[in-house]
T-cell receptor, first 112, second 116 residues
Framework: QKEVEQNSGPLSVPEGAIASLNCTYSDRGSQSFFWYRQYSGKSPELIMFIYSNGDKEDGRFTAQLNKASQYVSLLIRDSQPSDSATYLCAVNISGGSYIPTFGRGTSLIVHP | DGGITQSPKYLFRKEGQNVTLSCEQNLNHDAMYWYRQDPGQGLRLIYYSQIVNDFQKGDIAEGYSVSREKKESFPLTVTSAQKNPTAFYLC???????????????FGPGTRLTVL
């Protein structure tokens, strides 16, 4: 069973702080990694993707990938209450079909 | 406006009934997917289709059926054989991808199905 693991949280951070969300995966052949944000009752929306080791920055968001340790993380700088949502990690596992496997998501609460 | 539409937004089913959830996309995407989400859970793949007239079972296909007669449409039928169908159902689409390709999925707004 190829798995994607996330701490369900909730992760609570004060407004303006850095929120750090982590995701580990079991398949060493995984090639593409995605972070989706899902507000309560809504559908997921892509906020970041990464497929090379290292950091990728987009505005307040930074995705970090370490294939040797099999983890991918998402940092949110200057967290805002509007960032409060569930963050889903998705991994395109190897094997040809490249259907992403989703983690259960981490609930983030940013309090004023 | 390009995107994915799902209907209805809310659906109520009596036990023993089959119901069909609609999913339409005008993004010209080859691949379409159906996921189920239960409270506090991630997305679990029900069925996917990478080309018209072809589809594959996902991790939890039992009690569900699909068709892909048109590129734009991928309806999901929840049959009476699905014993616990109450959930949030999400349809997604993406460009078909090959090895080492980036393959972002775009999601519809979802259908919330409740069994009465």
């Amino acid at each position: 069973q190829k798995e994607v693991e996330q701490n369900s949280g909730p992760l609570s951070v004060p407004e303006g702080a850095i929120a750090s969300l982590n995701c580990t995966y079991s398949d060493r052949g995984s090639q593409s990694f995605f972070w989706y944000r899902q507000y309560s009752g809504k559908s997921p929306e892509l906020i970041m993707f990464i497929y090379s080791n290292g950091d990728k920055e987009d505005g307040r968001f930074t995705a970090q990938l370490n294939k040797a340790s099999q983890y991918v993380s998402l940092l949110i700088r200057d967290s805002q209450p509007s960032d409060s949502a569930t963050y889903l990690c998705a991994v395109n596992i190897s094997g040809g079909s490249y259907i992403p496997t989703f983690g259960r998501g981490t609930s983030l609460i940013v309090h004023p | 406006d390009g995107g994915i539409t799902q209907s209805p937004k809310y659906l109520f089913r009596k036990e023993g009934q089959n119901v069909t959830l609609s999913c339409e996309q005008n993004l010209n995407h080859d691949a379409m997917y159906w996921y189920r989400q239960d409270p506090g859970q991630g997305l679990r793949l029900i069925y996917y289709s990478q080309i018209v007239n072809d589809f594959q079972k996902g991790d939890i296909a039992e009690g569900y059926s699909v068709s892909r007669e048109k590129k734009e449409s991928f309806p999901l039928t929840v049959t009476s054989a699905q014993k616990n169908p109450t959930a949030f159902y999400l349809c997604a689409s993406s460009t078909a991808s090959g090895v080492s390709s980036y393959n972002e999925q775009f999601f519809g707004p979802g259908t919330r199905l409740t069994v009465l």
